[in-house]
C-alpha cells in the first residue's frame, strides 16, 4: 500500500476485518443501537416541541443535546453500515478528513453543551427565584450559539491552518476517520500532532470538566443548606440525570484522548472509541426519559394521540 506522499488519495480502514465473527456481531450492534438512538432522541426533542411544560431552558439545552447526539451518530454509523461488513473497505482522502474535522466539532460541541448544563443547573438550585430571569429564552439562545460557534472554530481551525502530510502510509487502525488514528499516519512535523492534540485535550476535556466539578460543588453547597430533606433530594435528583450523562461521556473521552498513546492503536482503544461514539448518544435520551416522570408521561400521552 506504500504511494508516493503526493499520491494518497484514499485510506484503508482496517476495523475488525482480521476477525470475522466478531464484525458481524459488532455490525448488527452498530444497527440496533443507531435505531434506538435516532428514535429516542427523535422523542426527546418533539417532546420538548410539543408540550409546553418542556419550554424551560433545562430542556432547551436536552433537545440541542439529542439533537447534536443525532448529528453525531449519523457521521459515522451510516458509513459504518455501508462499509461494515467489507473487508478493509477504503474511503476517499477528502471524505476522512471531513469526517475526522464533523467528529472533532461535534465532540467538542458536546464537552461545552454539557458544561453549559450544569451552569443551568446551578442556577436553578442555587438562585430559584431569579432563575427564569437569568435564565431567559435570549440568554439560553445566546448560549446555545456561543457553544456550537466556539467548537466550530476549536474544530476547524487548526486543520485548515495545518493541513496534515501523509507520507504513503493509508491504513488507518480503526472503524472511522478517528482523530488519534489519523493523526498516527500524519508525518509532517511533529508540532502539527502537538498543536492539534493540545487543542482537543485542554480546551474540550479539563477545561469545560473542570467548570462542570466547580458548578457541582457549587450545587452540593447550595443544596446542603436546605433545611427540608424532600426539597434537598428533589434538588439533587434534577440533576442526576446530567451527571450520570457528564461521567460516561467524560469518563470515556479523558481514558481515549489523556492516556499514555501507545505507537500502535490497540483493538481496546477502538471499542473505547466507538462506546464513545455511537453508544453514549444513544444512553443519552434513555437516562433523561428513564429516571424522569414528566417526559415518560408526556411520551405516553403523544402515544395515545397516535392510537386514538
Request: aromatic share 12%; with cysteine; proline share 4%.
Amino acid at each position: 500500500y506504500a504511494m508516493n506522499i503526493n499520491e494518497v488519495t484514499e485510506f484503508i480502514l482496517v476495523g475488525l476485518s482480521k476477525h470475522p465473527k466478531a464484525q458481524a456481531a459488532f455490525y448488527c450492534t452498530m444497527v440496533a443501537v443507531y435505531l434506538i438512538t435516532l428514535v429516542g432522541n427523535s422523542l426527546i426533542i418533539v417532546v420538548v416541541r410539543v408540550d409546553r411544560q418542556f419550554h424551560t431552558p433545562m430542556y432547551f439545552f436536552l433537545s440541542n443535546l439529542s439533537f447534536l447526539d443525532i448529528c453525531y451518530s449519523s457521521n459515522s454509523v451510516p458509513f459504518l453500515l455501508f462499509t461494515g461488513l467489507k473487508d478493509y473497505p477504503t474511503i476517499s482522502y477528502t471524505g476522512c478528513y471531513a469526517q475526522m474535522t464533523i467528529a472533532l466539532f461535534l465532540g467538542m460541541t458536546e464537552c461545552l453543551l454539557l458544561a453549559v448544563m450544569a451552569y443551568d443547573r446551578f442556577i436553578a438550585i442555587s438562585n430559584p427565584l431569579r432563575y427564569t430571569i437569568i435564565m431567559n429564552n435570549q440568554v439560553c439562545a445566546q448560549l446555545a450559539v456561543v457553544t456550537w460557534a466556539s467548537a466550530f472554530l476549536l474544530a476547524i481551525i487548526p486543520i485548515i491552518a495545518i493541513p496534515a502530510h501523509f507520507c504513503g502510509h493509508n491504513i488507518i487502525n480503526h472503524f472511522t476517520c478517528e482523530v488519534q488514528a489519523l493523526l498516527k499516519l500524519n508525518c509532517s512535523d511533529t508540532p502539527v500532532r502537538f498543536i492539534l492534540g493540545l487543542v482537543i485535550s485542554i480546551f474540550t476535556l479539563p477545561l469545560p470538566f473542570t467548570f462542570i466539578l466547580v458548578s457541582y460543588t457549587r450545587i452540593v453547597v447550595a443544596v446542603l443548606r436546605i433545611r427540608s430533606a424532600e426539597a434537598r433530594f428533589k434538588a439533587f435528583s434534577t440533576c442526576g440525570s446530567h451527571l450520570t450523562v457528564v461521567t460516561i461521556f467524560y469518563g470515556t473521552a479523558i481514558y481515549m484522548y489523556l492516556k499514555p498513546q501507545s505507537r500502535e492503536y490497540q483493538d481496546q482503544g477502538k471499542v473505547v472509541s466507538a462506546f464513545y461514539g455511537v453508544v453514549t448518544p444513544m444512553l443519552n435520551p434513555l437516562i433523561y426519559t428513564l429516571r424522569n416522570k414528566d417526559v415518560k408521561e408526556a411520551l405516553r400521552k403523544i402515544i395515545r394521540k397516535k392510537k386514538s
